[in-house]
């Protein structure tokens, strides 16, 4: 099994609803570095799992949907606590439709067997999902 | 599937026994870096795989009890190489009953799909140990 | 020249006034990874540039003032952008009081010849401030 | 599951052929960060996955046959792009041989239930190959 | 003495000249992860050392013509090795007049204490050049 | 100024005498990724700081001298504590005669302004001693 990965990042602000959660109930923020691993059986005919590029391009592209916002406030996530492991669910969901659309090239979508979130969230933490794509 | 994981370090003394150690059969020492990945398929009520501060506090007790310690006079590790890979299947063992006794939380213990736990020990080597706590 | 160094963490939500900051205008945030470097001229008796144990301690607390916060709203910020390098400066400002009143043990203020604060604020970007605590 | 994992690294020059590549086209180069994990169900008679000293001689060894070479005039190479993910196979392909022919010990080669390799191509990417090399 | 630093990479071909380079003076390459970190003693009226999006525009501008090059056939580097300590010299030369020149912002260049340009050339090893831009 | 660095590390027991140390009295250990940083205001004719391969062996020799072993044990360490920052300057007295005597290459002693040692022990300390060799 063949992987790539590349990364980016976006800087939130948000709060958490519920006790358990401290002081992360006050409206903060953090930095999000993000890397999406995506994995296939074989290469294609270039010897690429996908073009590097365009999986750039399309991280970037979904990162900027969320980046430099107070996420208390964004319509598609009210009611939700906008966790990290809730947002590298939320990135696979935005990634997945495109990368199906074709935004990966003709033909990756397909042969993708799993794409990979990451997201760390300060030098102690990071959460994931993993999941298929098509 | 969902993941989170933390990360703090202990500082060890310990020795070898075996020719193909070579030098690690003298008295020497070692900072492991430790990170413990939790990953379980949808997320609880709250947005979360298990409370980040609960697992940090887990960690940080189990890794207490092997911190600032010569290996070599543990008498639980009698008789045994403590060795990189060792010690993260022992990490695992130290972890799994106390999350199976709700060290995460009501209901995470079950909900776990597997937890792995990584321990660096220099800039160019690392060890793992992966299974299921339940 | 001898240097010790600890570091910490703290996620803050905060936004920017003025046109060139573009989208940072809007309230976002940021975990900021912070490195305090103290250094000085000769060790101390016990081989030391101060004990790391208080040092971390130090640090968190003057952390923990600021953690999660939105900064926006924050009386003694008022009127300020709080970028990355205000922020060094400002946390550098919360040190050296407590260094003087002996926080990192007696004796060692007067020792050191700077005290540099540097904090992440994401995988591209870093700032920093350094100078004289005492 | 146990790991271990060791790294190294090499430096070559090479170019790729097919317009999407843009100006990769051109003659260029890379230093791959190179990192070899070996997976087996249980520790040897040692609490070893293998010996790490042969993991990272047998990993150099590999290396040492990539580092410094033009990858574009490398006759095992023609008619190939040598893309991070098709190098990561290669390296896979020189690796799984060595290992079944007991350069990480005898009785190790069998006991492998996989070998990761990654490759890191720059801060924002990396490619990686799995599989079972027995 | 505030700093602020951005970082970006690019990847080179280019072979030395010089028997002490052993393997070196075949044709060979490198990914350069490389950061600038700006020095002034004072923040402007809007808390800035500078700017970080110019900064970061211009240091990928003056990247970009390195970038995906083979440095042996590169007019302005004829007769030198462009060993990572000459390229980090080089970048600081191609920096500074464009500072100078207001791509940071008026005011921005003669504030400047100091310009340090570094290069990590592997996981090992790294080279920097430091000068006053001004 | 120039500057060129290159790493490596050691692995060894120790303890520390002193109620202040608290469990760092016990014998523990660490792991130590040491960096050494070599500054010169001009390059010599090939275009370096230096040789990094000579400069990689001797650090690499002067490791080897420390590492797999039980520093309270050590006769050069007699009544010392071996703190971080202790063993930073240690090393930089090993490496400046060496230096001296040409160990990397006839010249680069008397032209280096500098030679930076620095130490990590931990993902959240590291220490550094900096001087002229010469």
């Not at 980046?67 to 406030?73: C, S, T, W």
Request: negative net charge; contains cysteine.
């Amino acid at each position: 099994m063949f992987s790539i990965a590349v990364s980016g990042h976006f800087m939130v602000a948000h709060s958490f609803v519920g006790e358990m959660f401290g002081p992360a109930q006050n409206l903060h923020g953090a930095t999000y570095a993000v890397e999406i691993e995506l994995r296939r059986a074989e290469l294609d005919g270039n010897g690429l799992v996908c073009d590097i590029g365009l999986a750039k391009r399309l991280l970037d592209e979904v990162l900027g949907g969320l980046d430099y916002r107070n996420l208390d406030e964004a319509p598609e996530f009210r009611g939700r606590n906008t966790t990290t492991e809730f947002l590298a669910g939320e990135i696979f969901r935005r990634l997945a439709p495109r990368i199906k659309a074709g935004a990966l090239g003709p033909g990756t979508a397909g042969a993708l067997a799993s794409l990979r979130v990451s997201l760390r969230e300060s030098p102690i933490a990071w959460a994931a999902f993993e999941g298929k794509p098509g």
